[in-house]
Every structure is written in structure tokens, then in C-alpha cells.
């Protein structure tokens, strides 16, 4: 069983940073694909970018493309997802996942993901 802690949001301006982390513990860190997803009040969960076991490839989904970045460090269990240029419509709750995986492509659903976080919330204000 693998348990995912977030950590790092905030309340920010809109042009600002911030830098999520998420902590993994209970599994082998480096044979999970690894993703953010985020919900904002009143919308569905959607995926915001994932990294695959290897740290290889990513995927961004294009409203983030440019400003945010995934990386992880497998020595230390952590993923990490750097978001510059952030923008009120980025509010939301953002969620780490884990899936199983080596596949050399990391996959964009939520029903593709194992294990979850309990979220960390980010505000930008305008």
C-alpha cells in the first residue's frame, strides 16, 4: 500500500510560484508512473501532468504547458511539480497519484491511477 502526502500550496497573485511536493512511502517509489490531477469548486477532477517511472517522459495537459513542470526524485520518493506563471483559473485542489507502471509513456485518466493523496489547495487571486 502506498500512501501519497501533498504539500506546498498556498494562496499566491496571480504571476506567481509555487512548488508542490508529494511524499510517497509504503511501496518502491521508482516502479510508479507518478501524476498531478486538480479540482477546482463546482468542476470535475481533471490531470494536470505526469512523469513515468523513470522520470522520461512527461505530459502536460496544454493549459499548463509552458508553466508548469513535473519532476521526481526516486532516491527520495518525492514528485514535485513547479508552477510559475500561475493564473486564477489555476485555483483548485491539486492531487498527487501513483500507477503501477513501466510503461514508458505515463497515462492521463484518473482510472489509469492506484493510490491518491488527500489534495493541497492552491489559490491564485487576481
Known amino acids: 500500500q502506498v500512501q501519497l502526502v501533498e504539500s506546498g500550496g498556498g494562496l499566491v497573485q496571480a504571476g506567481g510560484s509555487l512548488r508542490l511536493s508529494c511524499a510517497a512511502s509504503?511501496?518502491?517509489?521508482?516502479?510508479?508512473?507518478m501524476a498531478w490531477f486538480r479540482q477546482a469548486p463546482g468542476k470535475e477532477r481533471e490531470f494536470v501532468t505526469a512523469?513515468?517511472?523513470?522520470?522520461?517522459?512527461?505530459y502536460y495537459v496544454d493549459s499548463v504547458k509552458g508553466r508548469f513542470t513535473i519532476s521526481r526524485d526516486n532516491a527520495k520518493n518525492m514528485v514535485f511539480l513547479q508552477m510559475n506563471s500561475l493564473k486564477p483559473e489555476d485555483t483548485a485542489v491539486y492531487y498527487c497519484?501513483?500507477?503501477?507502471?513501466?510503461?514508458?509513456?505515463?497515462?492521463?485518466?484518473?482510472?489509469?491511477?492506484?493510490?491518491w493523496g488527500q489534495g493541497t489547495q492552491v489559490t491564485v487571486s487576481s
Open positions: 497519484a501513483a500507477e503501477l507502471s513501466y510503461s514508458s509513456r505515463p497515462h492521463v485518466y484518473e482510472h489509469d491511477y492506484d493510490y
Open positions: 512523469i513515468n517511472w523513470s522520470g522520461d517522459s512527461v
Open positions: 509504503g511501496g518502491s517509489f521508482s516502479t510508479y508512473a
